[in-house]
Every structure is written in structure tokens, then in C-alpha cells.
């Protein structure tokens, strides 16, 4: 990741509905929901959801996979994750005394006695 991947990355969280879509998907991981699902879920117009989605994708947040007629959308945790570890690579001039609490918040449904690889 660089300033400018991040950036974009952001911008298009910066909106209401495609912030409400992304944390749908990421909690939807690993099996993604239907683009026409999405719409439903979020309650938006079905050309509305897919100018999100489209928005969501060129900013490498999101990817989606045809399964015949469908379209199954999913979160990219691996991109998510590049960005939060760009935002917090020089986290509190590497004190870790002060980062500890943030690094721990960041993964509450994966406490640090959870087994490593059960974790996104």
C-alpha cells in the first residue's frame, strides 16, 4: 500500500452506503453475498448498489466472483488488512506500551490466547 492506495481506499469508505455494504461483507466472510442480496440488505435501488459496488472495487476493498447468473461479492480482508497496517505502520514510535490497547481493540473477535490461524 502507498498514500495514494490508501487514500482511495478511504474515500470510498467515506460514504454512508458503501461503508454499511463493506462491514456487511466483511461480516458475510468467507461466502459473500449476491449483489441483488446486497441491494435488499441495505435497502438501496439494485443500480444504485452496483454503482457502490463499483466504487468499492476499483478501490481494491472488495471482489467479485460470477457463479453463473449471479454475481457473489466478498470483502478483501488481505487489502483491508495491507491498509490498516499502512495507517498504523509507525504506530506510537514503536512504544508498545501505547500501541498494545490499539492493536488489541483491532481484533476483538480474535483475543490473543485465539488460535492465529482462525483469524482473518
Known amino acids: 500500500m502507498d498514500d495514494i492506495e490508501t487514500v482511495e481506499a478511504l474515500a ?6 458503501r461503508l454499511a455494504t ?4 466483511v461480516a458475510r466472510e468467507p461466502e459473500g453475498v449476491p ?5 435488499r440488505l441495505i435497502a438501496v435501488p439494485q443500480n444504485t448498489m452496483s454503482a ?3 466504487v468499492l472495487a476499483r478501490a481494491g476493498l472488495i471482489i467479485g466472483e460470477r457463479h453463473s447468473r449471479q454475481i457473489i461479492y466478498r470483502a478483501d480482508l488481505a487489502r483491508f488488512r ?3 497496517l499502512y495507517l498504523v505502520k509507525d504506530c506510537c514510535g514503536g512504544r508498545p506500551d501505547i500501541c498494545a490497547p490499539l492493536i488489541a481493540d483491532l481484533a476483538p473477535c480474535c483475543p ?3 488460535n492465529k490461524a482462525s483469524c482473518p
Open 35 to 39: 449483489a441483488g442480496e446486497l441491494a
Open 52 to 54: 457502490h459496488l463499483a
Open 82 to 84: 495491507a491498509m490498516t
Open 112 to 114: 490473543p490466547e485465539t
Open 12 to 17: 470510498a469508505l467515506a460514504q454512508p452506503t
Open 22 to 25: 463493506f462491514r456487511l461483507l
